[in-house]
């Protein structure tokens, strides 16, 4: 095989690799085959076209051009004029495919099902890198830079993944990029002729070093830099991501580390959560994302709220940076909650799904207490639960007490204005706020009297009179461009409905945020309620002094419409309204069995407790990490404090060795401690030159002191006596010549030098190079084995008796 194919199925192979970061985006894999046969296909287009040869550009002009016939024969072969050729029919199947496929990865979450469209973008786009990075390493011959396009291919494809094995895909793409470089460097280095010849044990003793392959000697210097550069940069790209701080992910998706610091303080922040939530509803399995049993006796008010998003700045609804805490055993007092407004205590047990894994605990609001393990901490402000130390939501379970708050119409029609401090901070529009917003608001409300009245009219508006419409596949937008686009067209989902809501509201005064979340769910013949990714969805909620936070639903055909916006409608009043002050649970009708409820004094678990059973059979999780990952840690952490020390500590071994007997016979391996000790201090050995000539050498180079120098033709005298003279005499402290050389050039050298010789000295080379020459020998053994093993067999088969005769 010759280096150009060589390097041609090195490029593909590094392509391939790469592109595996792709494949938790999409399921099933099957288009990776697709894409690894048409990759295959146009990398021996190339190789055949090279091979002619053809100029550089008609290579790359004949690879793109079978590209572009085998992705028609592929997606758009009805099309196609003969099955084959792109015509204009084609050409517009591409555009529609395409724009469908860009549409499809903005409705699905990952993993997303491989329609047409997001299949011609995953082959395509290993199709389009893959003929990048040919032309790059092999029609170019120039390796290095192919590793843009393949990082491009990677770094898209692991942001957009961000699961669990990232490290795994990681390594592929290395390996191949790696692998590239290694197959450019042997087919550079072929072209130089064969290199002959290698160190002689003698020229090694005096520390000269030959540029050879030789079995034995040392790995050319090419080869050695490159694979120094490329463990480096590894290294380096295994390490420092690692010390980096990680970023958060989605409220609804998967997600990395947690934000906000450990210890008493610290503060989090959020992502928009607009794509998340239109992924999950447009999902087309309704995989169950959480399940729990509650001893409410109706679940219609069972909202699982995640996050509130407090701040608009006219781009994006999201929630301001808060100070997080540690969990309280008893959560503060609700805010703005009076003692006159009736309070009913919850129970609930709640048990996530293996796969759901992100940063914001699901808690029915407001949560009095929580019963969890893990890293958790608590923010005040929202009364949200974030996850601490890469803490997620992935497969635990806990126990919530929290509680049901039941204003009255005319409680919140006679509701005090709230607190001035408050009402700053929750009624700030963005000025980029289309006037639309505020005049439709002050339009549908203008017969309203009270704020209560306004919120009203604004939900039945949203739900019932307004004339929207419900619909996922609407473009998503959450600025003030999106909410005035929402209420010309009226068509949106439950985000556009809840922030245009709250954005209304503040310009009527009423203090508004959205929350984020999921809706009850749906009741389970095991008494326990299913809640799944169709269930996500985001509401608004407004605050009135003495109610708090209350929840409104605008949301045609999702929820349910809270009971206090209907004080006339007895076919939608819930269960008797308990008496104001009532702290006791209330008796379920068809769920769970309900204990009593724990006191407010009380830790969840104990006695006087009674725990609701949990879903599933395990205990809670810890999410803590297991012994075996803290040994794992610390045994890496100790080789990565080790591997800087190694040269020093064998550069020290080596001269204790060499210098440890000085006299007569020794003088040689003193010899090459000096040499390597100049090597360590700047002074790369020279082959050409005589002892004499090197001891000038280190004493010119190294600005040796006279009586360093002195010591250093000594040294060199006595190695050509050595060497040479029939009857050498004994040299009486060659090892304290060698010290005085080494004194000299330290006391010459500058502090950089000093450092570098001492913890990074050159001559550890050598090392290396011993390891390679014991590895090439003993590829060399197993190599001349076989044909020995094989030749004796064949005459014991000729020999009478034998099986041959």
Excluded at 201 to 214: D, K
Excluded at 275 to 294: A, C, G
Excluded at 396 to 422: F, G, H
Excluded at 748 to 772: D, G, I, K
């Amino acid at each position: 095989m010759s280096g150009r194919v060589r390097l041609a199925l090195c490029a593909a192979v590094a392509t391939l690799c790469a592109s595996c970061a792709l494949l938790p985006l999409a399921d099933p894999v099957t288009w990776m085959i697709q894409a690894a046969v048409l990759l295959a296909l146009v990398t021996g287009v190339g190789a055949a076209a090279r091979r002619v040869p053809l100029a550089r550009p008609l290579t790359i002009a004949a690879q793109a051009g079978v590209g572009v016939l085998l992705l028609t024969l592929l997606f758009a072969r009805d099309q196609a004029i003969a099955g084959v050729l792109p015509g204009p029919d084609a050409v517009a199947e591409f555009v529609r495919l395409v724009e469908s496929g860009v549409r499809d990865v903005g409705r699905y979450a990952i993993p997303a099902p491989v329609t047409p469209g997001i299949r011609l973008l995953l082959v395509g786009g290993v199709l389009l890198i893959g003929l990048v990075v040919d032309a790059l390493a092999v029609t170019y011959r120039s390796a290095a830079p192919a590793g843009l396009p393949l990082l491009a291919l990677y770094s898209v494809a692991a942001g957009l993944a961000r699961d669990s094995a990232g490290w795994l895909w990681f390594l592929a793409a290395a390996g191949g990029y790696l692998l590239l470089l290694l197959a450019e460097g042997r087919d550079r280095l072929s072209q130089w002729g064969r290199v002959f010849g290698g160190p002689s044990p003698a020229r090694s003793r005096l520390g000269v070093s030959g540029f050879g392959a030789a079995a034995g000697g040392p790995t050319p210097a090419p080869i050695r830099t490159g694979r120094r550069i490329g463990v480096l940069v590894l290294g380096i790209a295994l390490v420092v991501p690692a010390a980096l701080p990680s970023l958060g992910g989605g409220l609804l998706g998967p997600s990395g580390g947690a934000d906000g610091p450990g210890g008493k303080g610290g503060t989090i922040s959020a992502v928009n959560p607009l794509v998340s939530l239109q992924n999950s509803l447009n999902q087309p399995e309704d995989k169950e994302v959480l399940n729990y049993r509650t001893t409410a006796s109706d679940t219609r008010d069972m909202y699982l709220r995640i996050v509130a998003l407090d701040q608009f700045d006219g781009t994006a609804w999201k929630p301001s940076e808060h100070t997080v805490m540690d969990v309280p055993d008893e959560l503060p007092r609700p805010p703005g909650l009076a003692d006159d407004v009736a309070a009913t205590r919850v129970n609930t047990s709640i048990s996530t799904a293996e796969w759901y894994a992100q940063n914001w605990l699901p808690l029915p609001y407001p949560a009095s207490r929580v019963d969890i393990s893990g890293q958790w901490r608590f923010e005040p402000e929202g009364r949200t639960l974030v996850g601490d130390r890469g803490q997620t939501t992935r497969g635990i379970q806990y126990q919530v007490e929290s509680l049901r708050v039941r204003p009255t119409a005319q409680q919140l029609a006679s509701a005090p204005p709230p607190p001035e401090k408050l009402r700053r901070e929750f009624t700030k529009v963005p000025a980029s706020l289309p006037g639309v917003v505020g005049a439709t608001a002050r339009q549908v409300t203008r017969d309203a009297v009270s704020p209560y009245d306004k919120a009203v009219k604004l939900q039945d508006w949203f739900a019932l009179d307004g004339g929207f419409s419900y619909d996922t596949e609407v473009r998503a937008g959450s600025g003030s461009e999106a909410i005035a686009r929402f209420l010309k067209e009226k068509e949106g989902f439950c985000v556009h409905f809840a922030f245009s809501m709250a954005a209304m509201a503040r310009t009527l005064g009423i203090p508004s945020r959205v929350a984020v979340g999921f809706t009850p769910g749906t009741r389970q013949p095991d008494g326990t309620t299913s809640v799944g990714l169709k269930d996500a969805h985001a509401w608004p909620e407004l605050y009135f002094e003495g109610a708090g936070w209350t929840r409104f639903e605008p949301t045609p055909s999702r929820g349910s419409v809270p009971e206090y916006t209907l004080p006339d409608n007895p076919r939608h009043t819930g269960p008797a309204t308990p008496a104001p002050g009532t702290s006791h649970s209330a008796a379920p009708s068809d769920g769970p069995s309900a204990g009593p409820t724990c006191a407010s004094g009380r830790q969840q678990g104990s006695t006087d407790c009674a725990a609701l059973p949990a879903e599933s059979g395990g205990g809670p999780s810890d999410g803590g990490p297991s012994p075996w990952t803290v040994a794992i840690l610390a045994v890496a952490a100790l080789l990565v404090l080790l591997l800087p020390a190694i040269p020093l500590l064998w550069r020290a071994r080596i001269r204790r060795r060499r210098l440890g007997r000085g006299r007569g016979a020794d003088v040689l391996t003193a010899w090459s401690e000096l040499i390597d000790t100049g090597w360590d201090f700047g002074i790369p050995p020279d082959s050409a030159l005589t002892p004499r000539g090197t001891a000038t050498r280190l004493a010119r180079v190294g600005g040796l002191p006279p009586e360093a120098a002195d010591a250093a033709h000594r040294m060199a005298a006595a190695v050509e006596e050595a060497l040479y003279a029939p009857r050498p005499r004994s040299v009486p402290a060659p090892a304290t010549d060698v010290q005085l050389v080494r004194a000299g050039l330290h006391s010459r050298a500058s502090h950089t030098q000093r450092l570098r010789a001492r913890f990074a000295p050159r001559s550890a080379a050598r090392l290396l190079w011993s390891l390679t020459a014991r590895w090439t020998a003993f590829r060399l053994r197993c190599t001349t084995s076989r044909p020995a093993t094989a030749s004796r067999r064949a005459a014991a088969s000729l020999r009478p008796g034998g099986r041959g005769a």
